[in-house]
């Protein structure tokens, strides 16, 4: 005899609880975290608090919807993965019309919300990284090449751009640098999670690199876009940058090229794509910091 | 001590670059509809075309 499984919690809050996973906020959070760093590092100071109050509703908002406009179109992969299948759309308990007209109605106010609060370039750039997420990443590149996260990587790459655009009202070399930064923090970042989840994406037949390529080609392009990812961190202290930035981009990039180092020599005494992947986290939150720091000194 | 810096940079990011470039050179097969060799090979090369326009910039405006 066997046991049904309890039914899923019903009633509103569980909705609403629902439809805050459908967004993924922990994701999100770092991503708003580079977004008003950014926004310290444009302004060479403080910004104003209510710009860095509204930035981040809007920024929320269309990364949620963002995200939320993924699950939609995933929901088939969704429910293969062990990662995943447990989503709310995978399990039945929004409907994915539903979710995708949520997802839509996020995008649509958050262009309102950074459009009338901040600047509209900061606007559209917002809905640049959605388009890119959406229409590059989630539709196109995900499922047909094992470049799929390096180029998708651009619009994991967009909030400091928003940040920036919300201050200044414009796109300078100092926007572009961080850019940079996170588009080339990505591969070594997302390769270490594949690592991890090498089977779940076999099982979805996404062609990620390790699952095309086995895990030796994988933890070589972790370590040398770990590399060129420090190359690129260096950038700004030459453009001007104090030597704060410079000494917290080394203290901090030097542990992540010793655990990309580790996972590339095959050292099986760590699970060193977790530790990587974990670190990659905390890293470009703390490399941000150091950035919103060294301007605001 | 920023040229420096700058070179530093530079050895890193082409070095990494054409490393990467040549490791995956052989990994340009199209896997699905929708891909193709040549949409592959720009994919692969484009980081780097993007990364020298970021170094040659920052040592434009280098102090």
Not at chain 1, 19 to 28: A, G, S, Y
Not at chain 1, 188 to 194: D, K, S
Not at chain 1, 227 to 234: D, K, P, W
Not at chain 1, 274 to 294: D, E, Q
């Amino acid at each position: 005899m066997t046991t049904a499984a309890p039914p899923p919690p019903t009633g509103p809050r569980a909705v609403v609880r629902d439809l805050v996973t459908l967004t993924k906020p922990r994701i999100v959070a770092l991503l708003l975290v580079t977004t008003v760093c950014a926004m310290f590092a444009a302004r060479q100071g403080v910004p104003n608090g209510w710009l860095i109050g509204w930035t981040m509703i809007g920024g929320y908002l269309s990364a949620g919807g963002a995200n939320t406009i993924n699950q939609f179109v995933d929901r088939d992969i969704d429910a293969v993965m062990d990662r995943t299948e447990r989503r709310p759309i995978v399990m039945g308990r929004i409907a994915p019309g539903a979710a995708l007209a949520f997802g839509i109605a996020l995008v649509a106010v958050s262009v309102l919300v950074l459009g009338l609060l901040t600047t509209w370039l900061a606007a559209g750039l917002s809905l640049v990284g959605v388009l890119l997420y959406v229409g590059l990443y989630t539709l196109w590149l995900k499922r047909t090449t094992i470049h799929n996260i390096v180029i998708g990587g651009a619009a994991g790459a967009v909030p400091p751009l928003v940040g920036w655009a919300a201050v200044t009202g414009e796109i300078t070399f100092g926007a572009v640098l961080l850019f940079a930064i996170v588009f080339v923090w990505t591969p070594p970042h997302f390769w270490a999670l594949a690592l991890m989840l090498r089977k779940d994406y076999s099982q979805a037949g996404v062609p990620m690199l390790p699952v095309v390529y086995g895990e030796a080609a994988t933890r070589s392009q972790v370590l040398l876009w770990t590399l060129v990812m420090l190359g690129t961190t260096l950038l700004p202290y030459a453009a001007g940058a104090g030597a704060v930035y410079l000494i917290g981009a080394v203290v901090l990039g030097l542990p992540f090229l010793g655990m990309a180092w580790q996972l590339w020599r095959g050292d099986a005494s760590r699970p060193w794509a977790a530790i990587t992947f974990h670190y990659s986290l905390i890293y470009l939150a703390l490399l941000f910091v150091v950035i919103a720091v060294a301007a605001a000194l | 001590m920023r040229l420096a810096v700058l070179i530093i940079a530079a050895v890193l990011v082409v070095g990494a670059g054409l490393a990467i470039i040549r490791s995956m050179w052989g990994m340009r097969a199209p896997l699905a509809r929708g891909a193709s060799t040549s949409t592959e090979t720009l994919w692969l090369i484009l980081p780097l075309l993007l990364s020298v326009a970021l170094l040659a910039w920052t040592a434009a405006v280098m102090p």
